[in-house]
């Protein structure tokens, strides 16, 4: 947590900080967090120290009585982050968002109960069967779903169908993604420390915002997004992306980002700015480029 914490500081007060969301912890980690994010959070009054810290909280499954006790905690951090007294001393920190596990469109009912409005939820469910009905259920609601696209094996990681079974679906239903372990490589890749396959970033957001924009899309043609390993497939300019025959403007990718693309997650943040910059897409100064 220390480390985790120094570097997500040292980020955020780097030139390519507008790349950087939340930093995503446990909620069993409370306490370390507290304990050593006190020398890097904002404080009130402070130049600089007005925005708190974003964070993300891993919690319990939604089918655990525990996920009660830890939306409750959430509640009693926010409140206390909100005290300014308590902040002009220890620092400012919020949690807007929470992530969890389900396996049926049930539990997600359940969950959202006793989630509260100002707490956006994203639901990790199964890859390995249809999750048309448990992202159905998210329909209309503010919630997400997850999928977790990687691990430490060659079996923590989905086939490329099945992520794009997973994408078709959340745009079937208008709900919202994030795609996270994995994650650290732009393309598609051979990753010979687990024996398989990776997916790219790249290939993944690509994929979200030409689905957002382009509802037709098939499975089949999303999976052959997904597995692309050449940079040149790709054409990224100021105006857009374009692939193969599909494409999107700046101003559509913004609308895709904020309503269906979300988030795409990384333990590492120097390895996905080194994958931009070494492709061209990145330049020193962190400019976008053509």
Known sequence: MRSTIRMYSA??????????SRLIIPVSRFSEFVEFADPYLPRVGEPGG??????SVLVAPA???????????????????EDREFSQVYGRAVIDTIETKAATPN????????????IFAYFEM??????????ATMASLDAGAKIRTGGMNAAAHPEPAQVA??????????????????????????????????????????AGVLLWEHEDMSEQEIQALLVEERADAFDVSPTGITWKERSIRHDRIAVARERFAH???S???DEPLADLRALGLLSSSSEVQS
């Open 11 to 20: 980020a955020l007060s780097s030139k390519d900080r507008w790349m950087l």
């Open 50 to 55: 007005v925005e708190p810290w974003v964070l």
């Open 63 to 81: 089918a655990d009585r525990q996920i009660v006790a830890d939306l409750e905690r959430i509640e009693n951090f926010n409140l206390r982050m």
């Open 107 to 118: 539990e997600i009912d359940r969950a959202l109960e006793y989630v509260p409005d100002e």
């Open 126 to 135: 199964p890859v390995d069967s249809d999750p048309r009905g448990m992202i």
């Open 165 to 206: 079974r997973f994408l078709k679906a959340c745009r079937m239903a208008e709900v919202p993604f994030k795609a996270t372990a994995g994650l650290h490589h732009a393309l598609r890749h051979d990753a010979k420390d687990v024996g398989c396959k990776q997916f790219g970033f790249l290939n993944m957001f690509i």
């Open 263 to 265: 988030s795409v997650g």
């Open 267 to 269: 333990c590492s943040f």
